[in-house]
């Protein structure tokens, strides 16, 4: 058996988002001017602009970058601890979304709620097929 430990950087700045933000529809920001755009490729492409104030203002040697965690906004996720804190803002925002964002579509067989659609359509493509081969195969 394999187990994971998990460390955070003890020097790392944690960052708690409000729900809103995280349910925002530009997902991806600009971590230096704070725009949002709705796809990944589009942030990087802004941020070509920034490349030259980059340049200007030069960090001296004793200035030192902090590593930026984020930690989930619902206190009774296991994501609210800081020691389980998730690396980038794309996966903090994921997850709210996924975990804890409005379940718009329903299994009819099931009643199970779903936040993402392609997850909900995954689960309808083979909703009962497993359950009904499980049945076929112990009653032969």
């Not at 709705?38 to 902090?66: A, F, P, Y």
Request: with cysteine; hydrophobic share 35%.
């Amino acid at each position: 058996m394999v187990c994971y430990v998990m460390y955070m950087d003890l020097d790392a700045e944690v960052i708690t988002l409000s729900s809103k933000t995280l349910m925002m529809t530009n997902r991806f920001l600009c971590e230096i001017c704070r725009k949002g755009f709705q796809r990944n490729h589009n942030l990087q492409l802004h941020k070509r602009g920034h490349i030259l104030s980059w340049k200007l203002k030069q960090r001296t040697k004793m200035e030192v970058v902090r590593k930026k965690v984020y930690v989930c906004s619902e206190p009774t996720c296991v994501h609210h601890d800081p020691a389980r804190a998730l690396g980038d803002l794309t996966k903090i925002k994921k997850h709210f979304n996924q975990n804890h964002g409005e379940k718009k579509w329903k299994c009819d067989k099931f009643s199970k709620k779903y936040t993402v659609q392609s997850d909900w359509k995954a689960h309808s493509k083979n909703c009962g097929t497993l359950f009904a081969d499980l049945l076929a195969s112990t009653s032969s």
